[in-house]
């Protein structure tokens, strides 16, 4: 056979399994027979989850009538916030430097640097009025700029601040300005997009207990400890204000800090319903694990500080929907009321979209001198154009531009290190000192899954067949009593050997399913092959995956309530395991599982605590520790693998080691 021959032949046979790609249709959801045939995605589910929590919080705050109630209404919440940002460092010292300062009309902007904790520096700038003091001083907190305290609208807030008296200290949040904690070899931030940082952050601080937010909050607190040190500043009357990703940090910081005296968070404050039933979850810091399953909704940030002033700054046209804002200033106001304080608590609305309009940044300009200079009059809407925007070049703190520069700095994927550590030795004496099931017990609380025993009887609807060369395909969905159906494919060869595989991909049950590909391989060797969409993948996600990290909005929305992705597919993976064991069988039959990805950690988690039901566990790209990605921006793709507190008690090198060698496979 002569080349050119060759090559049309090979064309040809591409072309043939193009046009069968087409032409199958692999989906399974909206063409069940016998069920709803209806696509449900878990994002779906999840929201009924939270909308019946949020609706048990509104009855509980319903309740509070007492000043008695609303203390231990507030008590309980801080509680439990701190406890799920995992707690506080010990405060250091902050090493304060002014390094640099420059004169303006009526006020003079220093160039400051201090430690939030020991070599992890905060770098900002402080705004000081001319004249004696001591002036109230004011945290600003900024939004999610790459600029962070050189943008305008920080700029002014910081101008406005100093022109009517106060002194206004705007700092860089970590992942912003002058303190990414990700660099390129040339020393420059890796992201433009900040909320990429906070996510790679984030990863670390969920397995060793923590939270972005919680490196967040100490930051903003250790600025109110850095305005304390000046003596130009009145530790009496300390406010807070920030936009955007600032409106959150002040949000939890004016609810935890009782130095904040007066507050007002800008485009941020709405409902959990609204925010759910809109945009969904947001950045990595503006989620708190397991808040709306306790109880903790947005209007909570203000009423667990009632009755300090409370200013809600929002926008007609904010994505943070207005209707919420107006809801959450109304549960404000009656319990701000029923303390004999309905005037501490306000709203302004101005029009326009995202971000601190004119008449907002007046209306905060006035709100702060009415409760911190003692001055109730208003602050004149001034023109955007009229203040004195400097270059960032001028107020840049460091000498080369980034904190991580400087020498022995700490990121905060070292701050997360230097915790795992210590974490280590507390698991390793865990493990020994423990017996099997009760360390199975330990691992079936922290990732949240039940035994098997627990989980409803799997049973399966037929969707459709597709034919290929050799064999066939049936479309299923498997119900197994958690709201969402799992649509599955069944490879099956012409003369299936007894046993089968169960073949799960991040991408869900089509990405390794394609003609050629790996499935077609195992069944060309006469084995069935079961490859399933497990929650949040494949006509279960909600929207398209992001491509780094998985369904983000999704596994925002399960943390929230307090689940794990990981939780919820190794129990999706022991339904299907089971379905597959058990279906047209006289006796359950030997299961092979395949896992390619994040999916392999769910896939080690449902091996290890029911380990009959696999013969053997092949993972493929599956991260190899927990420990390991705690303190890596690399490994922080696997956020979705993750476990909230794993590291407290468990790694994934101690369930492989509980398993019998040779069941698990790493490739």
Known sequence: MNTQLRLVIFCLALLLRRE?????DLTCLKSEVDGTGQRVTWY??????????????????????TTDQI????KSLREFMIQQLGGFPIRNPLNGQVVGQLERNGYRIEKVIFESQPNHHVTGNLYVPVGSGPFPGVIVSSGHSRTAKTAEYNQRFGIILAQHGMVALCYDPIGQGE?????????????????????RVGTGSILVGKNTATYRVWDAMRSIDYLESRAEVDPKRIGMTGCSGGGTLTSYVMALDDRVVCAAPACYLTTFRRLIDTIGPQDAEQNIFGQLTFGLDHP???????????????????????GGSWDNFRQSKRVYTRLGSSERVDLVEAEGG??????????IAQWMCRWLVGQDKAVPVVDFKEFDIRPESELLCTEKGQVLLLPGERSVFDLNAEIEKGLAAQREMIWKSANREQHLDMVRKAAGIRPLSQLTEPTSNKSGKVQRDGYHIDKLVIHHGVGVPLSALTFHPVDPAES?????????????GAVGGPIEKLVREGFVVVSVDLRGQGETAEGKPDSLFGDLKTFSLAYLLGKSVVGANAEDILAAGKWAADYKSKKPREVHVIAVGRTGVAALHAATLTPDLFTTVTLRGT???????????????????????????????DLLQSLPAGKVVLK
């Open 20 to 24: 069968t790609a087409i032409a199958e």
């Open 623 to 653: 991260p190899k520790s927990w420990s390991a990605i705690a303190g890596s921006a690399e490994d922080a793709k696997w956020l979705t693998a993750t476990v909230h507190g794993g590291l407290q008690t468990y790694d994934l090198p």
């Open 179 to 199: 303190r990414s904690q990700i660099l390129t070899a040339d020393g420059n931030p890796q992201f433009s997009e900040t909320t990429l940082e906070h996510y």
């Open 354 to 363: 995202h971000g601190v309009q004119p008449a907002n940044l007046a209306a």
């Open 500 to 512: 089968a595989y169960l073949y799960l991909h991040d991408g869900g049950k089509e990405a390794d």
């Open 44 to 65: 779906q589910n999840l929201q009924k989850e939270a909308y019946a929590a949020l609706d048990r919080r509104s009855e509980k705050v319903a309740k509070l009538k």
């Open 71 to 74: 203390l231990a209404y507030q």
């Open 300 to 322: 909570d940030y203000v009423i667990m500080r009632a009755p300090k002033p409370t200013l809600i700054s929002s926008t007609t046209g904010d994505f943070f929907d207005i």
